[in-house]
Nanobody
Framework: QVQLVESGGGLVQAGGSLRLSCAAS????????MGWFRQAPGKEREFVAT????????RYADSVKGRFTISRDNAKNTVYLQMNSLKPEDTAVYYC?????????????????WGQGTQVTVSS
């Protein structure tokens, strides 16, 4: 069983930056692919970014490519999402997800473990 705890959300003006963190309780964090997803009010949960076990491979949603960066520190059991040039349409609850497997995961169904989410609100 893996527990995930997100932090770093908040209120920011358009054009600003935030860094989300997700701390995992996994004994061998490096065995897990990680992902970030988000869900805006009235919308379905959508993929944001994913990173493989070593951190050497990443993938992003087109809507955040060039603005967001996913990274991980396996020594600290933590995955990050650096969000720059934020837009009002980035407003959502952001969720961290984990799956004990190789490769990347772009679908929510590919993850067994989820955090509680952290709210990100971008004002115009």
């Amino acid at each position: 069983q893996v527990q995930l705890v997100e932090s770093g959300g908040g209120l920011v003006q358009a054009g600003g930056s935030l860094r989300l963190s997700c701390a995992a309780s996994a004994r061998t964090f490096s065995n897990y692919r990680m992902g970030w997803f988000r869900q805006a009010p009235g919308k379905e949960r959508e993929f944001v970014a994913t990173i493989n076990r070593s951190g050497g491979s990443t993938r992003y949603a087109d809507s955040v490519k060039g603005r967001f960066t996913i990274s991980r520190d396996n020594a600290k059991n933590t995955v990050y999402l650096q969000m720059n040039s934020l837009k009002p349409e980035d407003t959502a609850v952001y969720y961290c997800a984990a799956e004990r497997t190789t490769g990347l995961g772009l679908r929510a169904s590919e993850y067994a473990y989820w955090g509680q989410g952290t709210q990100v609100t971008v004002s115009s």
